[in-house]
C-alpha cells in the first residue's frame, strides 16, 4: 500500500511538475526570439552539494551555477500515511537569489504544511546573506487547524576556492505556534562546511542542535563524474545515500535515509535546471 502511494503522489507531482516547466520554458524561449536560452553548462560536484545534500541554506544558493525548480516525494518508514511532497524554485539574477518553497507532510486527515519564501544577496564572490519567512499550518481531523509564522536566517561563506561553510538559524526569534500560543516553534541551528579535493570530489560536515530536542554531527562526501553524482552522510541518528544522474537541464535523484532506531525514508527529487 506505501508503494502504491508513493506512486500516486510522484505521478500526481510530476505532472505539476512538468506543466510548470512547460510555462516557463517556453516564456523564456518566446521573450529571446524562440532561442534555447538554457546555459549549457553540466553541473559541478558543487553543484551536487549545494542542491542535493545542503537545501537547508537558502544563502547557499547564490553559489549555484543554474536557477532551478523542483519536486521531491518521500515516504517515511514505507507507511503510506507518511508522505512528504515538496514543490520549491530558486531563481537567480546577478548577485541576488529568490526562493519559494511548498511542502506538506502526512494525509488528508493529518498533515504538516510549510510555505516558505526567502531572498538572499551575494556580496563579491565570498559571502552571502539569506532571509526566509515560514507559514506553517498544522491541521487534523475533527481539530481546529493551527495557523504560525517564523522565519531563518542564513550565512553562506566561499573562505576560498575549495574550502566554504554555511550556518542557518530557524526561529531566532523564539516564536510560537499559534502566534499566541504556549509552545515555542523549535529553535534549531546548522552549520556546515565543505571541503574540494579536486573537481569531482567534496567532503564536508554538518553540526545541528535544536532547542529543544538533540545535537547531531554528521559527515559526508560527494562525487561527481560526468553526467552521474553520488553522495553519502553519516551522522549519528541515521546514515543516507543519494546517486543522481544528469540529462540535458534535468537532475534526477533517488535517495535513502536509515534512521537508527526507526528505518528507511526513501525519496524520489526530480530537478529542472534553468
Known amino acids: 500500500m506505501a508503494t502504491k502511494s508513493l506512486l500516486n503522489n510522484a505521478i500526481r507531482l510530476s505532472f505539476i511538475f512538468i506543466s510548470i516547466i512547460f510555462i516557463v520554458h517556453f516564456t523564456r524561449a518566446y521573450s529571446q526570439g524562440g532561442q534555447n536560452c538554457l546555459s549549457k553548462e553540466n553541473c559541478t560536484v558543487m553543484d551536487d552539494y549545494l542542491l542535493l545534500v545542503n537545501p537547508h541554506n537558502i544563502a547557499a544558493g547564490n553559489f549555484l551555477n543554474r536557477s532551478f525548480i523542483s519536486v521531491s516525494i518521500q515516504n517515511q518508514l514505507f507507511i503510506k500515511e507518511l508522505m512528504n511532497e515538496e514543490i520549491s524554485a530558486q531563481w537567480i539574477y546577478k548577485t541576488n537569489a529568490f526562493s519559494v518553497d511548498i511542502r506538506h507532510f502526512g494525509y488528508s486527515k493529518y498533515g504538516e504544511m510549510k510555505i516558505s519564501a526567502g531572498y538572499s544577496k551575494q556580496f563579491g564572490n565570498k559571502i552571502a546573506i539569506g532571509l526566509n519567512f515560514h507559514y506553517l499550518l ?137
Request: hydrophobic share 40%.
Open 138 to 274: 498544522n491541521h487534523a481531523i475533527h481539530y481546529k487547524a493551527q495557523n504560525s509564522f517564523t522565519f531563518d536566517l542564513s550565512f553562506q561563506a566561499a573562505i576560498s576556492e575549495k574550502f566554504g561553510l554555511g550556518l542557518a538559524v530557524y526561529n531566532p526569534a523564539r516564536l510560537k505556534y499559534g502566534i499566541k500560543g504556549g509552545q515555542m516553534i523549535p529553535i534549531e541551528f546548522i552549520y556546515d562546511c565543505y571541503y574540494k579535493i579536486g573537481k569531482k570530489l567534496l567532503l564536508f560536515s554538518e553540526i545541528e542542535k535544536k532547542i529543544p530536542g538533540a545535537f547531531n554531527i554528521g559527515f559526508g562526501m560527494s562525487y561527481h563524474y560526468s553526467q552521474l553524482s553520488f553522495s553519502s552522510l553519516l551522522t549519528l541518528t541515521r546514515c543516507s545515500f543519494l546517486i543522481s544522474v544528469e540529462w540535458h537541464s534535468f537532475i534526477f535523484g533517488i535517495r535513502s535515509d536509515f534512521y537508527y532506531k526507526t528505518g528507511i525514508s526513501p525519496t524520489l527529487n526530480l530537478y529542472y535546471l534553468l
